[in-house]
Nanobody
Framework: QVQLVESGGGLVQAGGSLRLSCAAS????????MGWFRQAPGKEREFVAA????????DYADFVKGRFTISRDNAKNTVYLQMNSLKVEDTAVYYC???????????WGQGTQVTVSS
């Protein structure tokens, strides 16, 4: 069992930056693929970024490529999402997810709100 706790959300102006963190419990974190998803009001949850267990492979949704960076620190059981050049349309609840394979989402965090103002 893995528990995920996100932090780092908040209110930022368009063009600004935020870094989200996802702290994981459990000894299996270093073997898990991890990812970030988001859900805006009235919209379905969507994929944002993924990283494999070692950090050697990453994937991004087209709408965040070049602006967001996913990374992980297995010694700290933490995955990060660095978000730069934020846009109003990036406003959403951001969720951390992890699973036993790359881009699997067997476990979810509770989410952290990101609000980008114009």
């Amino acid at each position: 069992q893995v528990q995920l706790v996100e932090s780092g959300g908040g209110l930022v102006q368009a063009g600004g930056s935020l870094r989200l963190s996802c702290a994981a419990s459990g000894r299996t974190f270093s073997s898990y693929g991890m990812g970030w998803f988001r859900q805006a009001p009235g919209k379905e949850r969507e994929f944002v970024a993924a990283i494999n267990w070692s950090g050697s492979k990453t994937d991004y949704a087209d709408f965040v490529k070049g602006r967001f960076t996913i990374s992980r620190d297995n010694a700290k059981n933490t995955v990060y999402l660095q978000m730069n050049s934020l846009k109003v349309e990036d406003t959403a609840v951001y969720y951390c997810a992890g699973g036993s394979g790359y881009r699997r989402a067997d476990y979810w965090g509770q989410g952290t709100q990101v609000t980008v103002s114009s």
